[in-house]
DNA sequence: ATGCCACAAATAATGTACGATCTGTTCGAA
DNA sequence: TTCGAACAGATCGTACATTATTTGTGGCAT
């Protein structure tokens, strides 16, 4: 067994329905079960999920079309090495499009959809940072209040497909207290703008908001890093 | 046999290395040969491309992965449909991102680069649009020097996946007169600005660019659609 | 004794074949 | 005409064969 193997604990069991594997894999890549860089040999992992070689074959196809994967002709498939640059790709793709998709959201907000973004930030603030699992997920659904709407389902999928890799990052480093400031202020600067129909001045805050996002996940990647790699941060 | 099904002429013989049927089921889906819709049987495509039924089924799931194709549980595998939204939609993430691709290439452009840009826009006017395939290369080229030396391989990389489905579309479609103009003088305000370091005006004009391409394919689309849907045009 | 090349066995990806299961359709009876 | 069961067609899963790459071993020259 060489450097970095596909090593999951427990051999799952009889996931039948087709698509199945996929949603598996993609879930143990982004949630960081199988680390960045770890080799996917086809045997092992339908292995794992009790299953024969096929699905997961096929698997691996759809997730290196999706780009989580990279595979190399008859040297197989390994999960994608996701690094600062990885980040920073993305990130400024996100500054260009997350702008552009809440300025149209403006545009056709309503008091329900307020409402619901302040119920959402509510929660997030009542629960202030105290899980990072669950603050994730509801940051995760503040956000996709406002770009789920949207009529551009490319950028909206887009979007999705990125925020689902950086969340997976995030889970791994814990939230400065400075960041955390700066979302909750900037959350909030968000709803006013969107509540006084300032298009351009949401805008300009969820560039602020991404990039500062960025920037956080980079500085926590850097500091992971020199303090040497290890599996589990405490 | 039902409405749309697929219909290769030739099987053509024998690619064997692995990732080759991959290829040509791309290759068959952006140029057009397999029409938007259509259904994509493994059985039908395996004997077509002279393998069996497996490449073709781990081709059509990276396919799907990069969104040329859809697919329903137990029910297969369609051509992804291009109408007129999906060309819209990708037009506005363009729009967002060739600017930003646009500005940087200004910022490290070098006298070198200014000579390749005219060289392909020289050629460009040569042409004048007599053979719309060899265009389609030419221009391709043109915007490939700039975005191809970009740090960002995600933008490059997004901005390559759609010149490729807009390149296919357009192929079908015939350059109207006053797009042909916009095209050549574009190019040439484009390179003037590059040269002159001025980054906004060429993000300004790049913003146009796309913006008018998209217009002029969405326009073509519509005529084609009023003039009754046909396989191939004059 | 050490380093290097050639060759052989193991490991894993890729391709082929077949059976099971699901879906859509058609034919027949109420 | 409508409901339902049998049939056909295609997808999905399993098992196996083939081919490529890697690894380990042994011999040979330095």
């Known amino acids: 067994m060489s450097e970095n193997d596909v090593i999951l604990t427990a051999p799952e069991p009889a996931l039948d329905q087709p698509g199945k594997v996929y949603e598996a894999i993609r ?15 086809v045997a092992d992992l339908a292995a794992s999920y009790g299953t024969s070689t096929n699905p997961v074959r096929e698997a691996l196809q759809q997730l290196r079309g999706e780009g989580f994967v990279v595979m190399e002709a008859n040297r197989g498939a390994r999960v994608v090495a996701i690094d600062e640059a990885f980040v920073r790709d993305i990130i400024e793709i996100e500054v260009l499009i997350e702008p552009a998709l809440t300025r149209w959201f403006v545009s056709i907000v309503t008091d329900a959809d307020i409402a619901e973004l302040e119920a959402a930030q509510a929660e997030i603030e009542a629960l202030n940072f105290s899980d990072p699992q669950r603050h994730g997920q509801l940051d995760t659904r503040f956000h996709q209040l406002i ?4 009529y551009n389902r490319h950028a909206a999928d887009l979007w999705w497909k990125h925020r689902e890799i950086l969340r997976a990052i995030s889970r791994r480093f814990p939230t400065s207290l400075s960041r955390r400031v700066a979302v909750l202020s900037e959350h909030r600067e968000l709803i006013a703008c969107i509540r006084r129909q300032d298009a351009e001045g949401a805008a300009a805050i969820v560039a602020r908001h991404v990039e500062g996002s960025g920037r956080h996940i980079i500085e926590q990647m850097g500091v992971a890093k020199r ?6 941060p405490a």
Chains 1, 2 share one sequence.
């Open 27 to 41: 879930e143990d890549i982004i949630s960081g079960r199988l680390e960045p860089n770890a080799r996917l040999k």
């Open 147 to 150: 770009y789920d709407r949207h």
């Open 227 to 232: 303090n040497g790699p290890r599996k589990r």
